[in-house]
Structure formats: C-alpha cells, structure tokens
C-alpha cells in the first residue's frame, strides 16, 4: 500500500457506504480540507468549508494542500471498477496594481487509482481550466481523465485505493497586490460497466489440455473398434 499525506485521529473507524453498483471504504477522522463526503448511487461528493488560498501585498506565493484517501472503492460480486474521474471547481479573484508582473493563481488535482492486489497504479495529474465569470469574480473547475483500472490492471479491478490530492496557489509581488483562489465543489465517480473475466490459471489450462488429449484418444480408439 502506498504512503499517504493524510493524518488520523486515535479514534479513527473505518465507513463504508454503498451505491447501487460501487461501496466506498473510507477513515472518518482523515484531517483533510474537504469537509464531510456525502454519497448519491455511485458517486461521492464533497463541499469544502475552508479551501483557500491568498496572496496580498507582495507576500510570495501562498500554497494550500490536501488530500482524501479512500482505503477501497470496490464493486459488486463479478464486476470490475471500469471508470473513476474525479472533477471540481472554485472560484478565484486576481486584482493586479499599474506596476510590476502580473499577480497569479494556480489549481492542480492529482489523482491516484492503486490495485488492492499488486503494487499497479494509475496517476493522472491535471491543471486548472478558466471557465468564466459570476458575481464579480472568476471561475474555475478540473477534471481528471477517466481511469480504467480494469484495463490497465494485469490483476483483478474488483477492488482499488484511491487518493485525490489538491493544491491550490496564490502570488504576489508588490504592494497592494491580491490573489486568491479557493475551491468550493469536488466530485468523484465511480462507474462499473464491465464483468470480470477470470484467466485459467497455468495448472488448470494444463488439465484442460490433458482432458482433450484423453477424449480424443479415446474418440480414435472407438473409431478403430
């Protein structure tokens, strides 16, 4: 299992909450940023109270990380996990003074799909994407690219880890400089779609290849009976 940026308090029980195709197996003392997960079918949602980062009067840049792990995400009897994305947005505001470089912030979501049975894992990193604005300032939002444990695993995707982390940054460089950026919506889902295909073991094709050999031997000695 791999290590993790994520802190437990001493009474710390593990949660476990089901939809209709995928279970969620979660600490519930994790120390994170991300509030509370609340969970509808297959997906999982969080609504973060305080995730900010701000940058003012030429402070440098200001950083904000965290992180959730869920210690399995598995589905049911017979099926694969086959998709997890993971998206989220926020909104920021950059005010920038008649001199010096332009203030800025910035939005990364790394997110990481481990198999319960093999060391296999998947990372997807992506940056943030300006969509717009509302009320007087900007939007932003990610969105991972989907994973398919199922295919990229040689092991069985019946069951998988999953860590989302995030960063958020702000700079400045001068007086009267501000930059902020928070996040205010994240959202995972995991979607199953495909059946598990179990592979003979070595030991079985071998008995299977001896049981044809022995039917067509007997078929031939029938045949010359």
């Known amino acids: 299992m791999m290590a993790l940026g994520v802190s437990y308090a001493a009474n710390a029980t593990l949660v476990t909450s089901c939809g209709t195709s995928v279970c969620y197996e979660y600490n519930d ?9 609340t969970f509808s ?9 305080v995730f900010r980062a701000e940058s003012s009067n030429g ?7 965290s992180s959730f792990f869920f210690d399995r995400v598995y589905a049911n009897a017979g099926y694969e996990i086959s998709s997890i994305q993971v998206s989220e947005s926020g909104n920021y ?18 997110t990481t799909v481990s198999s319960l049975l093999s060391s296999e894992n998947i990372l997807d990193s992506v940056t943030l994407n300006r969509s717009g604005n509302s009320g007087g300032v900007q939007l932003w939002s990610l969105q991972s690219n ?8 040689t092991s069985n995707a019946q069951g998988v880890s999953l860590l989302i982390q995030d960063n958020l940054s702000a700079f400045t460089d001068e007086l009267g400089g501000l930059a902020w950026i928070q996040k205010t919506y994240l959202l995972s889902v995991a979607a199953v ?5 179990n592979v ?5 094709v071998v008995l299977i290849m001896a049981g044809l050999v022995m039917a ?3 078929f031939s000695v029938r045949r010359t009976v």
Do not use: H, K, M
């Open 93 to 110: 505001r950059i005010y920038r003074d008649s001199s010096g470089s332009p203030d800025t912030v910035s939005a990364s979501l790394a």
């Open 41 to 49: 079918g297959d997906s999982v949602s969080f609504t973060p109270t």
């Open 59 to 65: 402070q440098g840049q200001v950083n904000y990380s």
């Open 216 to 218: 067509g031997l007997i």
């Open 200 to 204: 003979p073991e070595p030991s079985s």
């Open 146 to 153: 989907a994973i398919n444990p199922a295919s990229a695993f």
């Open 29 to 37: 003392a994790q120390s994170t940023a991300f509030g509370s997960p």
């Open 193 to 197: 779609s495909n059946t598990v295909t």
